[in-house]
């Protein structure tokens, strides 16, 4: 019932707020100690794949592995991905070398990996439950948020990034001054 109450409240938040909602400022340290802000992150003008997740959260790692297995399927004729992955880890203290061991173990190389400690961007942000996923326009404002994850919703996750891939390359494109006479 309180889950319910919770989600039925996000929901709420959502719709009120529109699609221009801001996800919330932080800086968080990598496995490594290495101090990362989501400003610098969403400076690279790129969309950001954002989820939080644990160790001992099956559906969180069945999620993060279909990134994995996705991100090769990206077009990188530029020589670089078009989307950036940043996941943050809700485990407590004494698991964070067990998160790291399992983050290289499961090849999560090509993510940003934070620690979310005391859970402080995990409150600000309002997650429901874990895993939850935002992507993130780089202006920082939320395209699309899920909650939860059961095999095949990697599919709608994707198509999402896609939309938000190409809607960015269209607001450059509509910035860019015309050269056609």
Known sequence: MRRTILIVGILSSLVIAGAEQKF?????????GVSCSIDSILNLGKPVALTFWATWCKPCTKELDKFVENWENWDTTKGEHPYIIVALCEDGP???RKAKALAKKKKWTNFILLYDKAAQVKRKAVVADIPELFLLKPDGSIFYRHIGFNIGDEKETFKKIDELILEIQNEKNAVRPSTEK
Do not use: A, G, Q, Y
Request: hydrophobic residues 35%; glycine residues 0%; proline residues 8%.
């Open 24 to 32: 919330p400022k932080f800086t968080l340290n990598n496995f490594d």
């Open 94 to 96: 004494r698991s964070i």
